[in-house]
């Protein structure tokens, strides 16, 4: 259904959705902005390398990344025309991709909590059971919530909108996703904590460290600051869902709140999340340069000692 009106009372709406737009279009472009950034990385941490499961997440987060902040921009902007069908298709797009990715995140976190235990199968059955367990229960409830939804463009003074209105009191179903996510994430970072606890008191006690302790600083620094940023998506979240902000739900406070949670929100899926896998990649190609450096000086210096023994011999 769409809605044409030049009725003064508008205008406050029309304003807070400007601004909401300023938000929405610098999340999407920092988006975009990170992926021009980090392409050379990627092209040889990534796409140079043998294709495995964890290639497949990054490349698949990155670009749905892109995906999203494109159907963000088109969404947002109030100059350009979407109608009721359209923005229904994309409001759609817009949550099942932020399950998805936050499905391969997991994923991505499992693995590393995997390798961290040294590859225990009964840990494995654990995050394998956990996961499905969350994310299941996150589908349905999206699901739920999405049949209750229904969307409407408002053309108001020539400029266009979108509003997405709810049948009865879906507080419970929004809520519900992230609850389930939080207690994920908290029990990930736990079992990341505890092992690279165990980890460092182990190689301090053998008098070890090295390259280990290394690798295993490198994977807790990078999951500490994904955790980070999700904590903060998470406290605007809460905020959002309160009844403060629902009641009032086109003010100039509730747009620019929800603004800066939509660019939190983009940070951590598509800005964060790959960086956890493009951290330990650049760590591993760090590692083999000098690897490579030590072995090629080993090799002079012994070539040098042999030519040495030669023109003494002679």
């Known amino acids: 259904m769409t809605l044409v009106s030049n009725d003064p009372t508008w205008w406050p709406t029309i304003h807070s959705n400007r601004v909401a737009s300023y938000f929405m279009v610098a999340g999407s472009v920092g988006v975009i902005y990170d992926l021009v950034l980090t392409f050379g990385q990627e092209v040889e941490l990534v796409w140079m390398q043998p294709w495995s ?72 059955i654990f995050l394998v059971v956990t996961l499905l367990a969350v994310n299941i229960a996150n589908a349905v409830f999206l699901a ?34 992230w609850v389930l996510t939080t207690a994920w994430e908290i029990l990930a970072l736990c079992l990341a904590g505890w092992i690279a606890v165990h980890h460092f008191s182990d190689l301090q006690r053998h008098s070890a460290g090295g390259i280990i302790g290394d690798f295993i600083t490198v994977l807790m620094k990078t999951h500490v600051a994904y955790f980070s940023s999700f904590v903060v998506v998470s406290f605007f979240w809460l905020g959002e869902v309160s009844p403060t902000f629902t009641t009032d739900f086109f003010s100039l406070k509730t747009e620019i709140y929800r603004g800066f949670l939509q660019i939190i929100l983009v940070m951590q899926l598509f800005v964060a999340g790959p960086r956890l896998i493009l951290s330990v990649r650049r760590y591993r190609a760090e590692l083999m340069a000098c690897s490579n450096t030590a072995t090629e000086m080993v090799s002079i210096a012994l070539q040098e000692r042999g030519h040495m023994s030669t023109t003494s011999s002679i």
């Open 144 to 177: 739920v919530g999405m049949r209750r939804a229904s969307e409407e463009e408002l053309i108001l003074f020539g400029t266009y909108q979108c509003t997405v209105s709810y049948e009865g009191d879906v507080q419970i179903l929004k809520s519900m996703p």
């Open 53 to 124: 499961l964890m290639s497949i997440l990054y490349l698949s987060v990155r670009y749905l990344g892109i995906v999203y902040a494109i159907i963000q921009i088109l969404d947002s902007v109030p100059t350009i025309s979407i109608t009721d069908t359209v923005s229904h298709i994309m409001y759609n797009a817009i949550i099942w991709m932020t399950l998805a990715v936050n499905v391969m995140l997991g994923v991505i976190t499992l693995t590393r909590l995997y390798a961290m235990y040294q590859r225990s199968r009964k840990m494995l």
